[in-house]
């Protein structure tokens, strides 16, 4: 949650960034898909040791492949700041 928890801090110590509609949209299927992983880790370490744990990695992989997408992996400052460039020339 390498996004989320960057935005949480930075949200806390500096408030709500003001973002048009379309990077809006990018944070939250950012954080909403931050969120599907870890609830899906979280449920792949309760069968860890049967055959059930690796029933979620396919669909973990296509979801670090959306974050990948949408972040081309900046650091979470840079997607942010690139965020917030964007709202100021729209």
């Given at each position: 949650?390498?996004?989320?928890?960057?935005?949480?801090?930075?949200?806390?110590?500096?408030?709500?960034?003001?973002?048009?509609?379309?990077?809006?949209?990018?944070?939250?299927?950012?954080?909403?898909?931050?969120n599907k992983i870890h609830g899906m880790e979280l449920l792949k370490k309760k069968y860890k040791g049967t055959p059930?744990?690796?029933?979620?990695?396919?669909?973990?992989?296509?979801?670090?492949?959306?974050?990948?997408?949408?972040?081309?992996?900046?650091?979470?400052?840079?997607?942010?700041?690139?965020?917030?460039?964007?709202?100021?020339?729209?």
């Open positions: 949650m390498r996004y989320t928890n960057y935005f949480g801090q930075h949200f806390k110590e500096h408030g709500q960034p003001h973002l048009n509609n379309d990077c809006y949209k990018q944070y939250f299927n950012l954080v909403c898909i931050e059930e744990y690796y029933k979620y990695d396919m669909e973990i992989d296509s979801l670090q492949k959306q974050i990948f997408q949408i972040t081309t992996d900046d650091k979470p400052e840079f997607f942010l700041l690139e965020l917030l460039k964007k709202s100021a020339n729209y």
